[in-house]
C-alpha cells in the first residue's frame, strides 16, 4: 500500500522537483506502524501527520541537542530548544501510547467476547 502512495505521489507532482524527504517518512513510519498496531494511518490524518513532523524535528535537531546539553546551565536559549525537543518526544510518546491504549482496548474487547461464546465446538488448536 505505501509504496502505491509513493507512485502516485510522484505521478501527482508531474515531473516538477519536490522534498521526498516528508514522503518517505509518511511511508516508513505507516509500514512500522502498521506493523505495531495492526492498520495503517491515512497521509491525511492530521495525528499521523502530527507525528511526521514531530519524527522529522526530533531527527533534525537530536545531534545538536545531545552536543549543547553541558551548555544548558549557562545558556537559556538551548535551554529553550531541548524544552521544545523534549514535548516533541513526549507528544510522540503519547500517540504511541494511544495506539497502544485502542489496540489493548479491542484485544480485551475481543477475548471478552470470545470467553463469552460456548467454544466448545471450536477446533481444537483454537481453544488452546
Excluded at 517518512?25 to 505495531?36: D, E, F, P, Q, R
Excluded at 502530527?50 to 522529522?56: G, H, I, S, Y
Excluded at 518526544?89 to 485502542?102: L, P
Excluded at 482496548?105 to 467454544?119: A, D, E, R
Aim: net charge neutral; hydrophobic share 40%.
Amino acid at each position: 500500500m505505501e509504496v502505491e502512495e509513493m507512485i502516485n505521489e510522484v505521478r501527482e507532482q508531474q515531473g516538477r522537483p519536490f522534498d521526498m524527504r516528508r514522503l518517505t517518512t509518511s511511508c516508513v513510519a505507516n509500514v512500522i506502524m502498521s506493523m505495531l498496531f495492526g492498520r495503517r494511518f491515512d497521509h491525511s490524518d492530521p495525528a499521523f501527520h502530527q507525528l511526521v513532523c514531530d519524527l522529522e524535528d526530533g531527527n533534525d535537531n537530536f545531534s545538536m541537542v545531545l552536543q549543547l546539553v553541558h551548555a544548558l546551565h549557562y545558556l537559556p536559549y538551548y535551554r529553550k530548544l531541548v524544552a521544545n525537543e523534549m514535548r516533541t518526544v513526549k507528544r510522540i510518546f503519547e500517540f504511541i501510547g494511544n495506539n497502544i491504549a485502542a489496540c489493548s482496548k479491542v484485544c480485551l474487547q475481543l477475548c471478552n467476547q470470545l470467553t463469552q461464546m460456548n467454544i466448545g465446538h471450536w477446533p481444537r488448536y483454537i481453544k488452546s
